[in-house]
């Protein structure tokens, strides 16, 4: 169900990103639009964990405001990542007593995978609170979206990321499919999908690649369940067993290679199911049911299915030795 469920949605999202693509770059979304990750590394010392992920949420905001997929959650290989230096700290006033802070907050926009580094700029921010964290969220607070720095930065970037797909976009079909060869189906997809829809030919040869892939994965998969379903058949020859044996099936696309296979299975389970033990199983009435109502929901679960998978990669382990 869940493989059927993505496939629906990434052939939704190439016609959408398409559509897209074609009319406005202003009304695209995340997956259609460069995306860089508000990374705050462990090496930024000193900064309470509250005011950490003030800061994340912060670059966040400013990557939004100017135009890119800026989700913490999305795990794109281009990061903004800060450093933060505290130029002075007081204890002000009296009854009580506040910190105030003056930081210098540097900004580093780069590529986190190969440690390539885009380029960066710092601004100054002060911020008072009743303690030090709060001070710190003061501070970050006062960083602006539309600061002119990090805009000419983000702007600069962009332009970085869009020739990274545009001259390497042969490279990245051949990377996936190396990957699909190694049967790495769920990496080469995600690597496909990250491609955004501004970059409009490298985007359209990620869209082909990826039906290819997908029926790579689709046919593979087919042949390791119909093996587990007719092992788990073969156990009992019961009922039971065709329960067993059902749940591997109806994870099974119907246009597999090997579906034709999977119906003379399902046709024996039945047969074998109404002799041994004068029972019905209606495995394919049940699937049938099934794909009606993929159909019936798959423009409503899009959306769900693309942030469940970006969400679902492994973290990212980024590179970011000699940037300050």
Do not use: H
Not at 286 to 315: D, F, G, M
């Amino acid at each position: 169900m869940k493989r059927k469920l993505i496939f629906a949605f990434l052939i939704f999202l190439g016609i959408t990103l398409n559509f897209y693509a074609q009319n406005s770059e202003g009304k695209l979304d995340d997956f259609s639009r460069i995306a860089i990750v508000p990374y705050v590394a462990s090496q930024v010392e000193n900064i309470p964990l509250s005011a950490k992920n003030n800061l994340q949420s912060k670059m966040a905001q400013m990557l939004t405001a100017n135009g890119i997929a800026g989700s913490t959650n999305y795990n794109s290989q281009f990061i903004i990542t800060p450093n933060v230096s505290v130029l002075s700290k007081n204890v002000v006033g009296a009854a009580p007593p506040k910190v105030a802070i003056v930081l210098e907050v540097a900004f580093y926009i780069g590529d986190g995978v190969t440690g390539v580094k885009f380029g960066s700029t710092a601004i100054n921010v002060k911020g008072v609170g009743q303690n030090e964290n709060k001070a710190y969220i003061a501070a970050f607070r006062n960083i602006k979206s539309n600061n002119k720095e990090v805009k000419n930065l983000i702007n600069a970037a962009k332009k970085r990321i869009l020739a990274y797909y545009n001259d390497g976009c042969d490279f990245i079909m051949k990377e996936a499919g190396s990957m699909a060869n190694q049967n790495k189906f769920d990496q080469a997809l995600y690597n496909l999908t990250s491609v955004p829809a501004v970059s409009k030919d490298c985007f359209n040869k990620a869209q082909e690649q990826i039906a290819i892939i997908y029926k790579q994965k689709m046919n593979r998969d087919c042949d390791v369940l119909l093996t587990m379903a007719t092992n788990a058949w073969n156990a009992g020859q019961n009922y039971d067993s065709a329960e067993k044996a059902g749940f591997y099936l109806n994870q099974i696309e119907p246009d597999s290679k090997c579906y034709s296979k999977v119906k003379s299975l399902a046709s024996d389970i039945q047969k074998g199911v109404r002799r041994n033990s004068d029972r019905e199983w209606d495995f394919l009435e049940n699937q049938q049911n099934n794909l009606a109502e993929i159909e019936k929901n798959r423009l409503i679960t899009s959306r769900e299915i693309a942030l469940a998978y970006a969400n679902n990669q492994p973290e990212r382990i980024y590179n970011i030795q000699g940037w300050w």
